[in-house]
């Protein structure tokens, strides 16, 4: 993903989300993954796809339910 598509996509999503904490952290190597974080933590995944000439751009989060708080209990 190049440099300039990391950048708008970051400036979109901290005017989406209100939130300036967040960061996409441009890979070091070329064709890795691109990870997205709020402050130091990391939060998810960043895809580029090209399709017909048309450019779209995939965030994905996985949410672990160890991470969740627990349930709450049935009465």
């Known amino acids: 993903m190049k440099p300039t598509d990391?950048?708008?996509v970051q400036?979109?999503?901290r005017k989406l989300f209100a939130n300036d904490k967040i960061h996409i952290?441009?890979?070091k190597k070329a064709g890795a993954t691109v990870e997205v974080r709020v402050a130091d933590e990391f939060i998810g995944t960043l895809?580029?796809?090209e399709d017909d000439g048309e450019i779209s751009f995939?965030?994905?989060m996985v949410i672990l339910d160890e991470d969740l708080p627990a349930p709450p209990k049935s009465k």
């Open 6 to 8: 990391i950048a708008r």
């Open 11 to 13: 400036t979109y999503l």
């Open 25 to 27: 952290d441009t890979p």
């Open 47 to 49: 895809h580029r796809d």
């Open 58 to 60: 995939a965030f994905q």
